[in-house]
């Protein structure tokens, strides 16, 4: 299949990894559409339960950071600065 046959359902954009699992798994979705449209309960800006939750790990990686002394808005702003350094 091309790219363009892989139109994930909600949202009209090509899917690009976990093309395997595309039709039968996440229901012609991406893997995160699927978690936000079936599995995600609550604001999905916010973290669910779900250990696999974009929004969960992010809150993790954060803990993490701030425990080992690190602000994470500023290793944001680091990776920013190295990809795009004229920003």
Known sequence: M???????VRCN???RRNRDL???VFERMH???FH?????EGDPDEP?????CHEWQL??????????GHDPDKVIADAVQAKWPSS
């Open 59 to 68: 809150e993790v990686f954060r803990a993490k950071l701030t425990q080992l």
């Open 31 to 33: 893997w995160l559409c």
């Open 48 to 52: 669910c339960d779900d250990q696999s």
């Open 13 to 15: 954009r090509p899917v």
């Open 2 to 8: 091309s790219d363009s046959e892989l139109i994930c």
């Open 22 to 24: 595309f039709h039968d």
């Open 36 to 40: 936000l449209e079936f599995e995600h």
